[in-house]
């Protein structure tokens, strides 16, 4: 096979080797500064484009204030010329005025007072304020040329003007008169409401609009009044300024944007070059990325599944999820060991469920309906549930709305608590304390049996004189009938006496459940008088008692309240047995205290010692040498459980204890 040999190119004529020589190095230069100029000229007309756009934005938005502030001054001013109107023709009587004028201020936070002046008074006829600006007189701080040239104005055109923008101690504002009529003296009314230039651009400005651009109102004179800069002071590149006309007056407003100039980086378009060049390296690390993320999202997944399940299976109480109808969707193995199901059993079960109780049906239906119509508070409740073998117990429930991760509910969820062994030791406790109590009155009982035997000793003493002496009478047979009656009518007397102590101690001593009815203070403190009076005369102790006429009953078990005070006047009559005889007293008092009735105990002896504190009340500790050291730790357990409060005082010759019970209901 043959080939052929091509000849050389031909050689460029002589006469155009250096034009071919200057084509080839300044073609290149030419190229790049063609790029460089049509680069330069599309990134400077994206800049222009973008100030015309920015331009043509921020007229379009400060015409979009202007009409803003203008419609609503004007509205104001025709919301006030309403109401001189109805003042002008008498359509409103000067009564209705200051609800219509607080309507009016309601309007909008621009508006600070609304008031009626009239010619030759020094203080306005009305004078209505916004609640945020506290008891400051408004108009009195207007300069009163402001006022009088707008009243000029408004008398002239008979019709509703601005005034013009002013300076107050509490910043810009601007006055609106409106003409409102004659007095019944004929001088002329005005109604004069103040406005705030700060708090109406504050109203009418848009947030996202003062956050970009600072707005500033201005008077014919280009004096600054009032300003708004969100974002600080604009930059001064894209600035608009519009007069806007009220009636009466004219303000120009002036947006000054803090926008920069146009970014030159963000529009060079070689930037784009650069990014489709990385686009490619972006998208595969991207893509390494999110596979990365995928698979360590799915890890944590399975982690926070594992842990939130050996949560639920490691708690000791119950736990249980709801949907929002009612159909339970969790349980955990606490909760099903609870009722004693299983938990396939439970999950995806409606009400009712297989633990209510029967009895109780009506009641968890009315929960349920409550929970599922978010009516139900999420306070603990309890109720009894039903184990599988029938058999009873209570429960502690907490119920908290489920959300998912978007924050919307989607179920609810129940903490159960079994309490049957708190029940218990409640039962246990309150048994312990009902011995105790009576315990306490027994040892009373005791302490006063001595002082018992020697108060029957007297009564008896005297039953046996009176029937002593009518038998001597009945056998000298000249006694008349009403002598003998009179006799043995004593002798009745004094055996009711006994027979009263006799029972009073009866009926302290006797075990009853308790009982709380409305108990009258004085009645109470009568009842105890027998008693206490027992302990005085032994101790030779003078017992005095004041109430305070018309005390409200309080509520409570009377005998536990006889105990309360009979231990507080046993421990003050102890209190007093190292006393000269002619300096124990013993006084009880019972009197309002706020809200709450007040009964004192006060003794005269050595007092408390400041170091002892509230170990008073601590149980078994006592001051006493036989002492159990229970008295006082009873009483203040018996003066909670009538939500009263039991405390003392110490005084310079003796000490005083006091409880306060609330008024019955």
């Not at 109805?86 to 359509?91: N, W």
């Not at 595969?284 to 999110?290: E, F, K």
């Not at 105890?528 to 005369?537: F, S």
């Not at 003794?603 to 006493?624: H, M």
Request: one cysteine or more; a neutral charge.
């Amino acid at each position: 096979m043959s080939t052929a040999t091509l000849p050389p190119p031909a050689a460029p004529p002589a006469s155009g080797s250096r034009l071919w020589r200057l084509m080839r190095w300044w073609m290149p230069v030419f190229i790049g500064a063609l790029l460089l100029g049509a680069t330069s000229f599309l990134v400077n007309l994206s800049s222009v484009q973008e100030r015309g756009e920015a331009n043509d934005q921020l007229v379009t938005d400060t015409q979009w204030v202007r009409q803003s502030l203008q419609f609503q001054l004007e509205h104001d001013a025709e919301a006030l010329e309403l109401i001189g109107s109805d003042l002008r023709t008498g359509a409103m009587a000067l009564a209705a005025l200051e609800a219509r004028l607080r309507v009016f201020l309601r309007r909008g936070r621009q508006s600070l007072s609304a008031s009626l002046v009239e010619a030759g008074q020094a203080a306005p006829l009305l004078d209505v304020r916004d609640a945020s600006v506290g008891g400051q007189d408004i108009l009195a701080t207007v300069p009163p040329v402001f006022i009088e040239a707008a009243m000029e104005r408004a008398a002239r055109q008979s019709e509703g003007t601005f005034g013009q923008p002013f300076t107050a101690t509490w910043g810009a504002g601007l006055v609106l008169v409106v003409p409102a009529g004659l007095g019944p003296s004929g001088a002329r009314r005005t109604l004069v409401a103040v406005f705030s230039l700060e708090r109406l651009l504050e109203e009418m400005v848009p947030w996202t609009f003062a956050q970009s651009h600072e707005v500033i109102v201005s008077d014919v004179t280009n004096t600054v009044k009032a300003r708004r800069a969100s974002a600080g002071a604009g930059r001064g590149i894209y600035t608009h300024q519009v007069a806007v006309d009220v009636p009466g007056t004219t303000l120009i407003l002036r947006t000054n944007s803090v926008r920069g100039p146009p970014d030159w980086i963000a529009n060079v378009l070689r930037g784009g070059v650069i990014a489709l060049a990385f686009f490619l390296f972006w998208s595969l690390y991207a893509l390494w990325a999110d596979v990365r993320r995928r698979v360590k999202a799915e890890s944590r997944l399975r982690d926070e599944v594992a842990f939130r399940r050996a949560m639920g299976d490691s708690a000791v109480i119950g736990l249980r999820a709801r949907d929002m109808e009612g159909r339970v969707t969790f349980v955990n193995p606490a909760f099903a060991r609870m009722v004693g199901l299983p938990e396939e059993s439970i999950v995806g079960r409606a009400p009712p469920m297989p633990y209510w109780t029967p009895e109780r049906l009506d009641e968890y239906q009315e929960r349920v309906a409550r929970v599922l119509s978010g009516q139900a508070s999420t306070a603990p409740f309890e109720t009894v549930f039903q184990r599988a073998d029938g058999t009873r117990f209570p429960v502690v429930i907490y119920d908290a709305p489920l959300m998912d991760a978007d924050g919307r509910q989607v179920g609810w969820m129940s903490s159960i608590i079994d309490v049957t062994e708190e029940k218990k030791a409640e039962e246990r406790e309150r048994q312990q304390q009902e011995r105790l109590q009576t315990a306490a009155r027994l040892t009373t009982m005791g302490e006063m049996a001595s002082s018992l035997a020697h108060e029957l000793n007297q009564p008896l003493g005297a039953i046996t004189s009176y029937l002593t002496g009518s038998i001597n009478l009945l056998e000298k047979g000249d006694v008349s009938k009403e002598e003998l009656a009179a006799a043995l009518a004593k002798a009745s007397a004094q055996a009711q006496r006994a027979g009263q102590v006799i029972r009073r101690v009866h009926e302290f001593v006797r075990k009853q459940e308790p009982k709380r009815v409305p108990v009258e203070v004085t009645a109470l403190l009568d009842d105890c008088r027998a008693l206490i009076d027992l302990q005085a005369r032994r101790d030779g102790v003078r017992v005095a008692v004041t109430v305070e006429p018309g005390l409200p009953p309080v509520y409570g078990d009377p005998v536990l309240l006889e105990q309360v005070i009979l231990n507080l006047t046993r421990n003050g009559i102890d209190a007093m047995a190292g006393c000269p005889p002619g300096g124990r007293r013993l006084e009880i008092s019972a009197a309002r205290f706020g809200a709450w009735v007040r009964i004192a105990v006060r003794d005269y002896g050595n007092g408390i010692d400041e170091a002892l504190g509230e170990q008073v009340f601590s149980p078994f500790f006592t001051t006493k040498s036989e002492g159990m050291g229970m008295g006082l730790s009873i009483c203040r357990s018996i003066i909670e459980l009538h939500d009263g409060r039991l405390g003392f005082r110490r005084l310079e010759d003796g000490t005083e204890f006091h409880l306060q019970l609330p008024p019955g209901q």
